[in-house]
T-cell receptor, first 113, second 112 residues
Framework: GQQLNQSPQSMFIQEGEDVSMNCTSSSIFNTWLWYKQDPGEGPVLLIALYKAGELTSNGRLTAQFGITRKDSFLNISASIPSDVGIYFC?????????????FGQGTTLQVKP | EPEVTQTPSHQVTQMGQEVILRCVPI?????FYWYRQILGQKVEFLVSFYNNEISEKSEIFDDQFSVERPDGSNFTLKIRSTKLEDSAMYFC??????????FGQGTRLTVV
């Protein structure tokens, strides 16, 4: 089945540093999404990408939809302590932006003040 | 801001018992999903539901699982005879055409 490989698995950084994480797949996806999950909570959408090559920003977050439609990255600039959490990429293969999401394994981010 | 609501937040049940997890999707959404997340692992798709029927299900969603939209507002996941390995966080999500899926806070199911 479809799988997403997300890396790195975990990161421990100093406050103020920039962070980068990425996802790759052997399958093509029509939509890439990045979610953040805090402990005991559901995933919260950060950024959605709909077109190959698309680069989208949301505050300190920037994400890109790879031109091959098989990869995506998320950058967080100038990290702050509240960025702590687990970040998941998710791909959606069905056109029209509906259908199941395939999630990556997650990147656990810890920020040292 | 509208949100997906799940109840209960935590359910403890004995192995072999039936459980029903409840979700109230966002009111104008038409696509509904259940996902689960075993502790420390990734979120996994279980089932999608549209137009009062299952549109897709994963291999996890076997005969022990069923979904229902009984009254036009609730969306439920039933596990008929729970097993220890069913212990996980279960997330409901809803979506309308052209927007992203929104997730509920989850129900933590513990089977003992």
């Amino acid at each position: 089945g479809q799988q997403l490989n997300q890396s790195p698995q975990s990161m421990f950084i100093q406050e103020g540093e920039d962070v980068s994480m990425n996802c790759t797949s052997s399958s093509i996806f029509n939509t890439w999404l990045w979610y953040k999950q805090d402990p005991g909570e559901g995933p919260v959408l950060l950024i959605a990408l709909y077109k190959a090559g698309e680069l989208t920003s949301n505050g300190r977050l920037t994400a890109q939809f790879g031109i091959t439609r098989k990869d995506s990255f998320l950058n967080i600039s100038a990290s702050i302590p509240s960025d702590v959490g687990i970040y998941f990429c998710a791909g959606q293969g069905v056109s029209g932006n509906t259908g199941k999401l395939i999630f990556g394994q997650g990147t656990t981010l810890q920020v040292k003040p | 801001e509208p949100e997906v609501t799940q109840t209960p937040s935590h359910q403890v049940t004995q192995m072999g018992q039936e459980v029903i997890l409840r979700c109230v999707p966002i009111s104008n959404h038409l696509y509904f999903y259940w996902y689960r997340q075993i502790l420390g692992q990734k979120v996994e798709f279980l089932v999608s539901f549209y137009n009062n029927e299952i549109s897709e299900k994963s291999e996890i969603f076997d005969d022990q699982f069923s979904v229902e939209r009984p009254d036009g507002s609730n969306f439920t996941l039933k596990i008929r005879s729970t097993k220890l390995e069913d212990s996980a966080m279960y997330f409901c999500a809803s979506q309308r055409q052209g927007t992203e899926a929104f997730f509920g806070q989850g129900t933590r199911l513990t089977v003992v």
